[in-house]
C-alpha cells in the first residue's frame, strides 16, 4: 500500500509559495522519486520524509525544473546517512548529463547506478513494485512512469485451519503455490480469499495530449498529470510547447478509468488553480486540483 | 548608495525556513549577486528582486550549496526579460563547471561571459563600483569580495554661483576637473564641500579565520561574514572543515574596524543562532544575527 506525496505543484520555476512538481513514494520502508527540480530537498524536509530511505529515481526528462535539484538531493542524502545504492532511470544521454551535473558534489557516500531507458519504454521490478516507463512527447524525450503493486489475495486462516495446514506452509500457499498434506494437494484458492486487483500510480508530465496516454494510465487508482492551464484557450500554446491544460488531463483520467487525478505542473502564471476547480470536476468528478504536499495512502 | 539583501543565512543545504546564503546588491539601476545556491531563484522572488537587472554574479566557489541554483537563474532570467549580457567571475575551472551544470539549460537569451579569476586575487571596475576579489582558505579555490563605492564630493551650488560657474561646466568640476572661467582657473575644492569616504561592502565565506581577513574587509561599512556555529566548542571541527565560528567573524569585523557585521551561512545544525547574540554583541556591538531577506542601504 504505497504511501504518495505530491512534493511540489509547479512548472518552470519554484515559487516562494509554490514548489517544483515531483512525486515521492514510500512502499515497505524504501522509497521511490520521480523528478528532482530545484529545492526537491526543501519539499522532502517540509514532509517530513527521509532521504536514507531513497533507493529509486526516476526522471522524466532533463529540462532543468525536473533535475536541477539532483546535486544537492544526492549530497543531503549522504549526509542523512544513506550508504545503500541508489538507482536513477533517466532517459537516453542521462550518464552524461548527471555526471555533468554532479560535478559540484565532490564524493558522494553512496553508489548511484543510472539506467539509461529504451526510448520505447520498459518495465522492470523494484522491490515488489513494477515499474512501467512510457513515452510522452515534449521538446526532449520524455517518460511517463507507473507503479503497480500486484497485491496477494486476501488469506483465510479459518480455511487453512479447517484443512489442517501447518502455518510453515502458509506463507507458500499465500504467494501461490501448492503443498500436499497427507496426500491431499492444497491449492491456494482453498485457503484465500477473492483476488485483489493490483494498485497502480501513474504519473504523467511533460507531454502534450495523445490518445495513447490513457492506455499508459489504464486503470490507475492515483493518476497525477500535468496541466498548466486552467482554461482550453491555451491549448494551441501549450500544444506548441508540449504541455496540456486541465480539460485534456481530465479527458486522460476519464479514458484511462482513473480512479482519482492529481492535477499538478502549473505555470507560474497560473495564480489560482483554483479557479478552475468546478470546470475539470463537471469533466472528472474525481479530479483534484493539486497543493504542494499532499499526501494520500494509496489501497 | 547601494541596496543590500541578504538573500538567505544558511550553509550546506537549504532548509524549508533557511534559505541558502548569498547577498543581491542593487546600484544605481543594476543589480550584482554574490554566489547561487539552489533555490536563489525563490530567495529573489521573495524579496521582490528583478532578475532582469543582474548584470554580475559572483561566485566565491564551486560547492554546491553556492552555486546548484544557477541553471534555475539563468532560465528564469530569460523568462524575465533579460537580455543583455552576464558577467560571471568564478575560480579557475570556471568556464567548464558552469558549462557542465548548465547543460540542461537549453539556450540562454543573453550571452554570459566567464571570468576566471586570478588565484592571488583581482581588482576590476563594474560601472562606478571597484570589486576586489581575494583568496580565502577553504577545501577548494574559495574568493572573498569586496565592493566599493568611491563617491564624488559633495558639490555646493551657492559657492558654483558666487564663482559664475556655468551649468555645463559644473559636471566637470564635480568629477575632478578644472576649468577657466574668464581668465580665471577654477578646481574642484573651489565648488564642494568635504570629501565623503568611499563605501564598502565585503562579504567572506567559506573560509577558516585567519588573520589577513580583516585586512581584505578594512572600513567596511557593511561586512557579511561566515559563522556556521555560535559556540567556541566547534573551533577546531570547523578548523578542519574550512569555516568559522561567531567569535572569530565577531575578530575580523573588530580588526578590520568594519562598521557592522551580518553573520550568516549558520549550520544546519545550529537551529537558532539568536541563542549566541548577547555573546557576539560582547565581542563586536554592532553584529547582527542575519536573518533571510535582510536589506539594508548602505551610506
Not at 526532449?140 to 489442517?164: M, N, Q
Not at 498529470?225 to 491555451?234: A, T, W
Request: glycine fraction near 10%; charged fraction near 25%; proline fraction near 6%.
Amino acid at each position: 500500500m504505497p504511501d504518495v506525496y505530491l512534493c511540489g505543484t509547479g512548472g518552470m520555476k519554484p515559487l516562494p509559495d509554490r514548489a517544483l512538481t515531483g512525486l515521492w513514494t514510500e512502499h515497505k520502508g524504501t522509497a521511490l522519486l520521480i523528478d528532482c527540480g530545484e529545492g526537491m530537498q526543501i519539499s522532502l524536509a517540509r514532509m517530513g520524509r527521509s532521504l536514507a530511505k531513497l533507493e529509486l529515481l526516476l526522471i522524466t526528462h532533463f529540462h532543468a525544473d525536473h533535475v536541477a535539484g539532483l546535486p544537492g538531493l544526492l549530497l543531503s542524502a549522504g549526509n542523512y546517512g544513506k550508504t545503500s545504492p541508489l538507482t536513477i532511470c533517466a532517459p537516453r544521454g542521462g550518464k552524461r548529463i548527471i555526471e555533468n551535473i554532479c560535478c559540484i558534489c565532490g564524493a558522494i557516500p553512496f553508489d548511484i547506478n543510472i539506467h539509461e531507458l529504451d526510448p520505447e519504454g520498459e518495465r522492470f521490478s523494484f522491490d515488489d513494485l513494477e515499474i512501467a516507463a512510457f513515452p510522452l512527447r515534449h521538446r526532449i524525450e520524455c517518460f511517463g512512469y507507473s507503479i503497480t503493486e500486484h497485491r496477494l489475495p486476501v488469506f483465510v486462516p479459518e480455511k487453512a485451519d479447517a484443512l489442517g495446514v501447518p502455518l510453515n506452509m502458509r506463507g507458500i500457499l499465500h504467494h501461490g503455490g501448492s503443498v500436499e498434506i497427507n496426500g491431499r494437494k492444497i491449492t491456494p484458492d482453498m485457503v484465500t480469499a477473492q483476488k485483489r486487483p493490483p494498485l497502480k500510480i501513474t504519473y504523467i508530465t511533460d507531454t502534450v495530449y495523445f490518445e495513447k496516454l490513457a492506455y499508459h494510465a489504464a486503470d490507475s487508482d492515483l493518476l497525477v498529470c500535468e496541466g498548466m492551464y486552467g482554461s482550453d484557450e491555451f491549448i494551441p500554446q501549450m500544444r506548441e510547447k508540449g504541455h496540456m491544460v486541465f480539460s485534456q488531463s481530465a479527458r486522460v483520467a476519464r479514458d484511462s478509468h482513473s480512479k482519482e487525478l492529481w492535477l499538478t505542473h502549473y505555470s507560474p502564471a497560473l495564480r489560482d488553480p483554483f479557479e478552475y476547480e468546478s470546470q475539470v470536476k463537471s469533466l472528472f468528478p474525481a479530479a483534484v486540483i493539486g497543493r504542494d504536499g499532499m499526501y494520500k495512502n494509496i489501497k
